[in-house]
């Protein structure tokens, strides 16, 4: 994550927004949006006009998503929109790539139909603990060998990737195409966006890992119970 991620100061200050009730943006990730609300029909065009620096804050409740101004987290993704489509009906398709996470100072006086924050990018740090990267890398494989094979191969690229930084992301991107144990419903804990959401939070990248891994495990426990491990692992 070297310079290729910074952000222009100027756009951290007045950062639009487009709260998603369901979506993470992490940094590495391609976000397509489909468009259709006016309020970010308009948004998606200042994207196209300006630098195309976009925040994508969850909303914390989404029965109020359709809200004017609903409660969203103050740790999100930021990211740079690099396709922008005019549909006939109307609607815009846009591509936007996640690039750091920021935290919101203040949200400025509302002057267009979306929401513009003052935002302020979060550091990166290195991992230090170099064995949280082998444990967690261990646990993927371990679960790549129950997986399809195309699954298979996109869980050992993520699993490769050299930067324990985008190594982290990566993995928490991909946890819901992985998370068959992750606990869901009401009263069994958070659901994958809300995982997903702690791991964006994560104080540093080793407190990443270890939610990280801690999910994994998770999963790795209810595989090895139901019996989808094969055989060989074991010997």
């Known amino acids: 994550m070297d310079d290729v991620w910074e952000i222009p100061p100027s756009a951290l200050e007045a950062l639009p927004a487009f709260p998603l009730t369901n979506v993470v943006l992490l940094p590495g990730m391609v976000l397509p949006l489909n468009v259709f609300e006016p309020r970010y029909v308009a948004l998606a065009d200042a994207l196209e006009r300006g630098p195309g620096y976009v925040g994508v804050p969850l909303v914390r409740d989404p029965t109020l998503a359709m809200d004017d101004a609903p409660p969203?987290?103050?740790?999100?993704?930021?990211?740079?929109?690099?396709?922008?489509?005019?549909?006939?009906?109307?609607?815009?398709?846009?591509?936007?790539?996640?690039?750091?996470?920021?935290?919101?100072?203040?949200?400025?006086?509302?002057?267009?139909?979306?929401?513009?924050?003052?935002?302020?990018?979060?550091?990166?740090?290195?991992?230090?603990?170099?064995?949280?990267a082998e444990i967690l890398v261990t646990q993927l494989e371990r679960i790549a060998t129950t997986l399809e094979s195309c699954e298979q191969e996109i869980v050992r690229a993520v699993a490769a990737i050299p930067d324990p930084r985008m190594l982290a992301y990566a993995v928490t991107a991909i946890l819901p195409a992985l998370g068959l144990a992750?606990?869901?419903?009401?009263?069994?804990?958070?659901?994958?966006?809300?995982?997903?959401?702690?791991?964006?939070?994560?104080?540093d990248t080793d407190a990443r890992f270890r939610l990280l891994i801690e999910q994994t495990g998770v999963i790795t426990g209810v595989l090895g119970e139901s019996g989808r491990f094969p055989r060989v692992m074991f010997n």
């Open 182 to 203: 992750v606990p869901q419903g009401d009263d069994a804990g958070p659901g994958h966006v809300w995982i997903q959401q702690q791991c964006l939070e994560a104080d």
């Open 72 to 132: 969203t987290a103050r740790i999100f993704g930021v990211g740079r929109m690099t396709a922008h489509r005019r549909l006939p009906d109307g609607r815009r398709f846009l591509r936007v790539h996640g690039l750091r996470r920021v935290v919101v100072r203040r949200e400025h006086p509302r002057s267009t139909p979306y929401r513009i924050f003052a935002t302020e990018l979060l550091p990166e740090p290195p991992l230090r603990e170099a064995a949280l």
